[in-house]
């Protein structure tokens, strides 16, 4: 019988943890459960994953900050998601996107220029 293997967190290299947090707080929403900038270390929650950022060279790790491209988050109130881009100082409209299998996407970029789409979640169908 095969292992289990779930997801327990996300790593993204940043180069500044201070710097990065109010984009992951302010921009994509996340809830900031601890920043401590001496150990190069932040901590956010997306739904129930651990979002962490890290200085690398620090203990974290050892990626390349502004490398991240392939990390995709998911939303179901779009509306809500505009205004929150808006309120940061954003142009929701500059950072959508449709995809080719017919997705809707944000495409945004952290301080460092990590990548992130944040996709629109697509209704159940209950036909």
């Known amino acids: ?7 327990k967190m996300v790593k993204i290299p940043v180069s500044d943890v201070e710097r990065a947090a109010p984009f992951y707080r302010e921009v994509l929403g996340l809830r900031e459960d601890f920043v ?13 994953m651990p979002v962490a950022l890290y200085v690398p060279g620090k203990g974290g790790g050892n990626g390349t900050a502004g490398a991240t491209d392939s990390v995709h988050f998911c ?8 205004q929150q881009l808006r309120a940061a100082g954003l142009d929701p409209d500059a950072h959508l996107h449709q995809g080719n299998d017919g997705t809707t996407f944000f ?12 996709i629109v979640a697509q209704p159940e169908n209950t036909d």
């Open 107 to 118: 495409e945004l970029q952290d301080p460092d220029g990590n990548t992130f789409k944040v």
């Open 36 to 48: 401590v900038p001496e150990y190069g270390w932040a901590q956010f929650s997306a739904g129930d």
């Open 1 to 7: 019988m095969p292992v289990e293997i779930t997801l």
């Open 75 to 82: 939303i179901t109130q779009p509306d809500d998601f505009r």
